[in-house]
């Protein structure tokens, strides 16, 4: 039988641990365990799964995926988490399978048990580097859910023409099909965060070109989002040089049109041009 941690107990680790949750590591720590519930339906974990979580801090999340039967590889780059979470696991989920990993997760390029699903709670500051890069370094992952801040959330999600359309959707569109799952409140985390958060589901899909086109698509649109106001005869000239203009008819692209109009398609059909 698997318990969840509450308000109290996640207080008394952080007191056991010495830890002053910090803005810098973006640590807000979920003391409900109905929102823990609910994230790991919305993921859609079941018995028999791997699942990584990124930052599992005190474990909150980690005993939710526990409980749904999952087998769980935490990556964690507080020392002082990473020792405590096997204890605390041990005490609250006994017959769990959990292994930790004390690394940044930026950096990661190997994980066991090839885990098919992606599960995490990530602060905003790194929310889409480390989502990509695992996207990129592990095809095993064919799905999963984030828990961030909305305005990035809805980033993510965001499809063309949107005002929130950027280089994060175009690039997460490579990879699969994005969308958000609903808000969460503030109030179920601990310290309570000045931003609101969301829940952000993926499923992947097959990417469209290889990895020599992947860069070349990604150095386009960072390019066309950089002066995002400007036409992409323009924007993409530090890219392409003088054939903007030429790359851009070649691809059924209109020089006058704007990064936030292209679909990661249409990015990739200049890239090929």
């Known amino acids: 039988m698997t318990s969840l941690l509450g308000p109290a107990q996640v207080r008394d680790l952080a007191d056991l641990l010495d830890l002053q949750p910090t803005k810098?590591?973006?640590?807000?720590?979920?003391?409900?365990?109905?929102?823990?519930?609910?994230?790991?339906?919305?993921?859609?974990?079941?018995?028999?799964?791997?699942?990584?979580?990124?930052?599992?801090?005190?474990?909150?999340?980690?005993?939710?995926?526990?409980?749904?039967?999952?087998?769980?590889?935490?990556?964690?780059?507080?020392?002082?988490?990473?020792?405590?979470?096997?204890?605390?696991?041990?005490?609250?989920?006994?017959?769990?399978t959990l292994t930790v990993i004390t690394e940044d997760a930026l950096r990661i390029d190997a994980l066991p048990g090839d885990p098919t699903v992606f599960v995490a709670n990530l602060p905003y500051n790194v929310s889409v580097p480390v989502l990509l890069h695992f996207l990129e370094h592990f095809p095993s992952i064919d799905r999963g859910l984030v828990m961030v801040q909305a305005e990035v959330g809805e980033r993510v999600a965001a499809g063309p023409g949107s005002k929130v359309y950027g280089a994060p959707s175009v690039k997460s569109a490579w990879y699969g099909s994005f969308s958000t799952a609903g808000k969460v409140s503030r109030q179920v985390f601990w310290p309570v965060p000045n931003v609101d958060s969301i829940l952000v589901r993926f499923e992947r899909h097959e990417q469209p070109g290889t990895e020599a086109e992947r860069l070349a698509t990604f150095a386009l649109v960072d390019a066309a989002f950089q002066q995002r106001r400007?036409?992409?005869?323009?924007?993409?000239?530090?890219?392409l040089g003088d054939s903007a203009v030429a790359r851009l008819d070649a691809a059924g692209v209109a020089p006058t049109a704007r990064g936030e109009e292209l679909t990661v398609a249409q990015f990739l059909a200049i890239a090929r041009a």
């Open 24 to 96: 810098k590591l973006g640590q807000n720590f979920v003391i409900d365990a109905n929102t823990v519930r609910r994230i790991v339906k919305s993921a859609g974990v079941t018995a028999g799964e791997t699942v990584v979580e990124v930052g599992p801090g005190l474990g909150s999340l980690t005993l939710g995926l526990l409980e749904a039967g999952a087998s769980v590889v935490a990556v964690e780059i507080d020392r002082r988490l990473a020792t405590q979470l096997p204890i605390t696991v041990a005490e609250m989920a006994p017959d769990a």
């Open 230 to 239: 400007k036409m992409l005869r323009q924007a993409l000239v530090p890219v």
